[in-house]
């Protein structure tokens, strides 16, 4: 497995792949593996001959006061992993590779952009659009692989894909969780004991959306405000949104049918902002 750090050797290894005809898979990912990051891997082995894995923490899309110093790391962990995995290269530059001095251009989609994560988070993704952008000039991908677990992240990536005719395919895949329903995150590494069974609020509380559901509640805000109160009875949370959207185009709902998707972010004690998703006429292997 290559570990390459600088954008010109990563465009001459990939120059070499693709001279030999191999079709390329590139999964972005800010390390720290966890299980989700190795089915997207796998996803990507299933649709390319090489797959490049990307690992960096991309400054440009944290906000001066959120978790980019604390979030988890551990290169050599990563390595591991990756190493069991049908993985060719790895492209781990630093901010400093990505970012020379005089860097001033930005990738940023107008609409989806503005609700959910964008509401209280509003550079984030002007952040990794420009970042995926960068990094699909650098690695030239035929199919990218990204998770449902950042479902607005992957309708955004989409959406900007086809926006600016990029010829890759974008492929996303399901989210994987915990035994007891916790969706994998590396953020889930900064939990502690107590914090961690408060996390457990968000797929617990789509389980009651989808409970509500089956029993015939239609009216979303009735069943946000229940999933907000479940929430919310859990210590050490506080919600940045709970919202019923279309999956189609993530437009917010009124009444809720089997295209409905329950989005949730979370703080637990302040510190850690969890999000999880789910339809709530789950497909069979989600539920
Ligand atoms: P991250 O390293 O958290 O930026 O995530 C890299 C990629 O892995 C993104 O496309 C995420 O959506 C995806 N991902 C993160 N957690 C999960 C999960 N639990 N299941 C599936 N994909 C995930």
Redesign the pocket.
Same mark, same amino acid.
């Given at each position: 497995m290559e570990i390459l750090q600088r954008p010109d050797e990563m465009q001459q290894w990939v120059r070499g792949q693709r001279r030999s005809g191999a079709c390329i898979g590139l !999964?972005?990912? /800010? #390390?720290f593996f966890?299980d #989700?990051?190795l &089915?997207?891997m796998r996803l990507a082995a299933q649709h390319a001959d090489t797959v490049v894995v990307s690992l960096f923490v991309n400054p440009t899309q944290f906000a001066p006061n959120e978790d980019l110093d604390r979030y988890p790391r551990d290169f050599e962990r990563d390595m591991l992993m990756l190493r069991r995995e049908q993985v060719a290269a790895v492209f781990a530059p630093t901010p400093e590779l990505m970012y020379p001095p005089g860097f001033q251009t930005e990738v940023r989609v107008q609409h989806l952009t503005k609700y959910l994560c964008g509401r209280t988070r509003p550079h984030h993704f002007a952040g990794v659009t420009t970042v995926v952008t960068k990094l699909f000039n650098i690695v030239q991908p035929d199919v990218a692989v990204? #998770?449902?677990?950042?479902y607005q992240?992957?309708a955004i990536i989409r959406r900007f894909v086809t926006d600016l005719n990029l010829p890759i395919r974008i492929i996303g895949?399901?989210? !994987?969780?915990e035994d007891d329903g916790l969706? /994998?995150? &590396?953020r889930n590494a900064n939990l502690d004991r107590s914090h961690r069974a408060s996390a457990l609020s968000l797929s617990t509380g789509i389980g009651l959306a989808r409970d509500l559901y089956r029993q015939g509640e239609r009216k979303a805000m009735t069943i946000a405000t229940a999933v907000q109160r479940h929430i919310l009875s859990f210590p050490h949370t506080s919600i940045d949104y709970v919202s019923l959207i279309d999956s189609r185009n993530l437009d917010p709902v009124e009444q809720v049918d089997v295209h409905t998707m329950l989005a949730l972010a979370v703080h637990i004690d302040g510190k850690v902002r969890l999000i999880d998703n789910g339809l709530l006429v789950p497909i069979k292997k989600e539920e």
């Open positions: !999964v972005p990912t /800010m #390390g966890h #989700g990051h &089915s997207l990204f #998770g449902e677990k950042d992240q992957l895949g399901p989210i !994987v969780r969706a /994998m995150s &590396s």
